[in-house]
């Protein structure tokens, strides 16, 4: 089992910055790729940034140059740099770790950015 904990969400002005982070416990060694996931009203989830066990990472066009995704393996964290916020990014967030071939997900947080 993994268990993952989102926090860092909130209101921002538009060209603003915030950082979430998304901690991980249960069976850490296990898992391949953690990811952040956005979900804004009515719209599907979507993938925004990855991570895999080795460090690659991988951006969504719309957040390239924007975003940083990194991690901390010595505090378990995973976490996401948002710079340039725009009002578009307005979602909630969520983390995501792959393992035991299943995805195991985060509770969520709010990114709103105001123009």
């Known amino acids: 089992q993994v268990q993952l904990v989102e926090s860092g969400g909130g209101l921002v002005q538009a060209g603003g910055s915030l950082r979430l982070s998304c901690v991980a416990s249960g069976n850490i060694a296990s898992i391949n790729a953690i990811g952040w996931y956005h979900q804004a009203p009515g719209n599907l989830r979507e993938v925004v940034a990855t991570?895999?066990?080795?460090?690659?990472?991988g951006y969504v066009d719309s957040v390239k140059g924007r975003f940083t995704i990194s991690r901390d393996n010595a505090k378990n964290t995973v976490y996401l740099q948002m710079n340039s916020l725009k009002p578009e990014d307005t979602a909630v967030y969520y983390c995501?770790?792959?393992?035991?071939?299943?995805?195991?997900w985060g509770q969520g947080t709010q990114v709103t950015v105001s123009s």
């Open positions: 991570i895999s066990s080795g460090g690659s990472t």
């Open positions: 995501a770790g792959e393992a035991f071939g299943r995805y195991y």
